[in-house]
């Protein structure tokens, strides 16, 4: 799979480099970075290079998983990442995070927004869904013959460890619709967790849904 670039009016999402190895470095010494997702902990230089070489360019690679850095433009320092993993037989699952200077503008959900768009567009749909030929002109969907602007997926899970009620925020915003919560249903650092789950389909509305419990949301994105 062609790695691309997702763009809204303030974001650009693009697949993280070698250029991006200190700021993602850096991103990753949060505390709630390391509390809540299950990179490494300690974080260090190499932990950032053995994610961009042999996590997101093989992911890509093998059409199995998509990831992005976040940037404010084209140009800028990666504040965050998010990606699709498990791509296969029209699903995949979401994951993301944040760093702390970049929290609290609603800017992980306008790129969850983003990558769902990408995730259940079809290549041949001729819908504009800010997909960008990586050329730097933004294109419709199916306009570059070279560029898959859709993966057709049916399905977008998200998990998270209980607790991370941001994360559940930004999904329950998207439109996820809650399933439950999953006795040692996650894995962190090799440990067992509980978790909690939702989903998007292609067909559900994009929109907050209810069914959520309270102690999931919060009011940060």
């Known amino acids: 799979m062609k790695p691309i670039v997702l763009r809204s009016e303030r974001l650009v999402l693009s ?5 991006d190895i200190d700021a ?10 390391q509390r809540w997702t299950t990179v490494p902990s300690p974080y260090s230089h190499a932990d950032a290079e053995h994610f961009v070489h042999h996590i997101v360019d093989p992911g890509w690679e093998a059409g199995t998983a998509a990831t ?24 995949a699952e979401l994951g993301f995070w944040l760093g702390s200077a970049a929290r609290g503008a609603g800017v992980m959900s306008e790129a969850v927004r983003l990558v769902c768009d990408f995730g259940f567009a079809q290549a041949d749909s001729g819908v504009d869904s800010g997909v960008d030929s990586g050329l730097g002109a933004r294109v419709g969907a199916g306009v570059d013959a070279g ?15 209980i607790g991370n009620a941001a994360s559940a925020s930004v999904a329950w915003r998207a439109g996820f619709r809650f399933e439950g919560t999953k006795r040692l249903g ?36």
């Open 15 to 19: 697949t993280p480099t070698a250029a």
């Open 147 to 161: 560029l898959d602007a859709g993966l057709g997926l049916q399905r977008i899970q998200w998990h998270a460890i």
């Open 68 to 91: 992005w850095g976040i940037r404010a433009h084209e140009r800028a320092p990666v504040v965050g990442m998010i990606g699709l993993s498990g791509i296969a037989h029209g699903g």
């Open 24 to 33: 993602i470095a850096q991103c990753c010494q949060d505390a709630a970075v």
């Open 186 to 221: 996650g894995v962190q650092r090799g440990i067992r967790v509980d978790a909690w789950s939702a989903a998007l389909l292609s067909t559900d509305e994009r929109r907050p849904a209810g069914g959520w419990p309270p102690e999931t949301l919060v009011a940060t994105s």
